[in-house]
Nanobody, 116 residues
Framework: QVQLVESGGGLVQAGGSLRLSCAASGHTFSNYAMDWFRQAPGKERDFVAAIRWSGSSTYYANSVQGRFTISRDNAKNTVYLQMNRLKPEDTAVYYC?????????WGQGTQVTVSS
C-alpha cells in the first residue's frame, strides 16, 4: 500500500535551517505531484509547497516563498523541503501529501519547532 514517511523535524533557533524528507513507497510516485502541508496547534492544515512530477515546476505559500525550497529525487522516491531562515511562526507539524488517482495520501507528520 501507499506509504509516506516524513523525517528531519526537530527544534531549531530562529534563523536556523532544517531539511525535511518524505520517503514514499507502494506506488510509482514519479508520475505525480507531491506537496508539503503544515498544521500549527489550534489551526487548520495549510499548504506550504508543491512540486510537479518532473520537478520542473514548484509552488509555494506566500509565507515561505524565498525561504523554503521543495525538491524531489524520483530515483529515490523522496521529496525534500529545505527550510532556511526559520521563524517561530513556522512551528508546526509538517505533512507530506500525494494525490494518486483521486485518493489523498498523508504521512504521519514531523514536528518542527522554532524557538525565538
Amino acid at each position: 500500500q501507499v506509504q509516506l514517511v516524513e523525517s528531519g523535524g526537530g527544534l531549531v533557533q530562529a534563523g536556523g535551517s532544517l531539511r525535511l524528507s518524505c520517503a514514499a513507497s507502494g506506488h510509482t510516485f514519479s508520475n505525480y505531484a507531491m506537496d508539503w502541508f503544515r498544521q500549527a496547534p489550534g489551526k487548520e492544515r495549510d499548504f506550504v509547497a508543491a512540486i510537479r512530477w518532473s520537478g520542473s515546476s514548484t509552488y509555494y505559500a506566500n509565507s515561505v516563498q524565498g525561504r523554503f525550497t521543495i525538491s524531489r529525487d524520483n530515483a529515490k522516491n523522496t521529496v525534500y523541503l529545505q527550510m532556511n531562515r526559520l521563524k517561530p511562526e513556522d512551528t508546526a507539524v509538517y505533512y507530506c501529501h500525494a494525490r494518486i488517482d483521486g485518493t489523498d495520501y498523508w504521512g504521519q507528520g514531523t514536528q518542527v519547532t522554532v524557538s525565538s
